[in-house]
């Protein structure tokens, strides 16, 4: 009797590794999948609106969830300039730093509201929008792909473990519920995490940029301004 339900745990263990693998490798697949924009791909010439979007679409195809998800419109590049998230173009055309920005703008969407984002990129355009002299919006962007890139083997790293703790939980699951539970086990971990993440960068943004804390953000006694338009 021992020796069958040794042979029972066992094959547990086995199914139970084989379904976390399985799982591993669909998750780091679509980590490997994001694609950041390398700054010798952005055009060095001025684009047009419709060179823009069509830009976008074409480099960040593999971040859609859904084949209908707009990258970027004309109406969202209209509102970015409109709120102070984006410089206006240069008789109707967008350099390369527009473009960088642009990236910004997607990437923080994702998780920041566009006011938070206003906070963030607004000083960016100030200080270092084409600047003459010192840093460059170029420079900004060339060093946080390459931070970005640096710490893309650690994210890979914490799915990894994440999967594996998450074989841990509801340890007493039977067959039919235990892919299941391992993956809500997955979605809650991940959701933890970017609660927490969310959490730290609003205090960053609420006490560096939003001139509401003592740090070197912006003026205190600076009117704030509305919030920015939501995309359509």
């Not at 780091?28 to 419709?50: E, G, R, T």
């Amino acid at each position: 009797m021992a020796s069958k339900k040794n042979s029972n745990d066992t094959n547990d263990s086995s199914r139970n590794k084989h379904d976390g693998q399985e799982l591993l490798l669909y998750l780091l697949d679509a980590v490997d999948k994001v694609d950041l924009i390398d700054p010798s791909d952005i055009p060095n010439i001025d684009l047009y609106m419709d060179q823009v979007t069509t830009f976008m679409d074409k480099h960040l195809n593999q971040s859609r969830r859904f084949s209908e998800d707009k990258i970027l419109t004309k109406t969202m590049i209209n509102n970015y300039a409109k709120n102070n998230l984006l410089p206006p173009p240069e008789k109707k055309k967008y350099t390369r730093e527009h473009i960088m920005l642009l990236i910004f703008i997607y990437y923080y969407k994702g998780i920041l509201s566009l006011q938070d984002i206003q906070s963030v990129l607004e000083p960016i355009g100030e200080k270092y929008f084409h600047s003459e002299s010192g840093r460059s919006v170029s420079d900004l962007y060339a060093e946080i792909i390459r931070m970005d890139r640096d710490r893309h083997e650690d994210f890979r790293e914490e799915v990894n473990d994440m999967v594996d703790d998450a074989a841990d939980y509801f340890s007493d699951s039977t067959d039919d519920e235990r892919e299941f539970l391992r993956v809500l086990s997955m979605i809650n971990m991940l959701a933890y995490d970017v609660f927490i993440r969310k959490m730290l960068i609003e205090k960053l943004i609420d006490r560096y940029f939003s001139g509401s804390g003592s740090g070197q953000g912006r003026n205190p006694k600076k009117k704030r301004k509305e919030p920015p338009q939501t995309d359509e």
